[in-house]
């Protein structure tokens, strides 16, 4: 039996409600729309539009290029480019994970930067890994902590890792957590020199993993891709592997390696 869908069809909130007619009456305009026009659009009072139109701005959600008139801002174009590359990272390379999977019988994970964290956004794995996978799609766990984090740090320009240690003080989770910063930083220039990324054990007991990273068409790192297993099974044969599919899915997105 198909469960109904408990969603309310309308916002709990009723200046969101509000917020979202206004966005959708800019949607409909390319030109920017004077307040006058807007509330009317909308059925609100002019000055109950301009308090909402105000914050609005303030979160760079509607721009406002002259006097008594809005636009859609560019808040909006980068929330838009980011979903649309993690849909497409994801579409991309499940394929791949699946085909790694198939090599590995191990979890094969992708993840992107959220913050001071990983989230897992696609997972690809089958219950004869024999490993119990704690972490599900859209779980989080500490960059420093993972091996796609530490990829997302070694891409990271060194004041950059200093204040995210600061902002974290490096908290472990096992014995073999890296919780300095002068050990990190070492290792962090490790990954930069051999394309991979390991986490040995760092997040989970029991548990190692090794990541390489997917880049888009600007070269810049959207994602990594790992592979956990049991800390004995994890086989040193599989990172090359591993780096061939990250470099695969990184050229469909239209990344151009440059050859070393």
Not at 155 to 184: F, K, M, W
Not at 196 to 221: F, N, P, T, W
Not at 233 to 254: P, Q, Y
Request: with cysteine; glycine share 6%.
């Amino acid at each position: 039996m198909k469960e109904r869908s408990t969603t309310p069809a309308t916002p709990v909130v009723q200046v969101l409600e509000r917020a979202y007619a206004l966005l959708d009456v800019l949607a409909a305009h390319p030109d920017p729309v004077p307040l006058k026009e807007l509330a009317k659009a909308t059925g609100l009072h002019p000055s109950t539009a301009h308090r909402i139109l105000n914050d609005l701005t303030i979160g760079r959600f509607v721009d406002r290029p002259e006097p008594g008139a809005y636009r859609l801002g560019m808040r909006l174009l980068e929330l838009g480019n980011l979903v649309k590359a993690r849909l497409d990272v994801r579409d991309t390379a499940l394929p791949l994970m699946r085909e790694l999977h198939r090599l590995t019988h191990q979890p094969i994970n992708l993840s992107v930067r959220q913050g001071d964290e990983i989230v897992y956004i696609e997972r690809s794995y089958s219950e004869r890994s024999g490993m119990q996978v704690v972490r599900a799609v859209g779980g989080r766990a500490p960059l420093h902590l993972t091996s796609v984090g530490k990829l997302f740090l070694a891409a990271d320009d060194p004041a950059r890792v200093r204040a995210y240690a600061l902002r974290t003080g490096l908290a472990g989770h096992t014995r073999n957590s890296i919780t300095e910063l002068p050990r990190l930083e070492r290792e962090l220039a490790q990954i930069r020199a051999r394309g991979v990324s390991r986490d040995e054990e760092e997040l989970e007991l029991g548990v190692r993993c090794m990541a390489a990273g997917i880049h888009d068409d600007h070269g810049k790192l959207v994602a990594g891709l790992s592979i956990s297993a049991p800390a004995d099974r994890l086989e040193e044969s599989w990172e090359a592997r591993l780096k061939e599919v990250a470099a695969t899915i990184s050229a469909a997105l239209g990344h151009q390696s440059v050859a070393r």
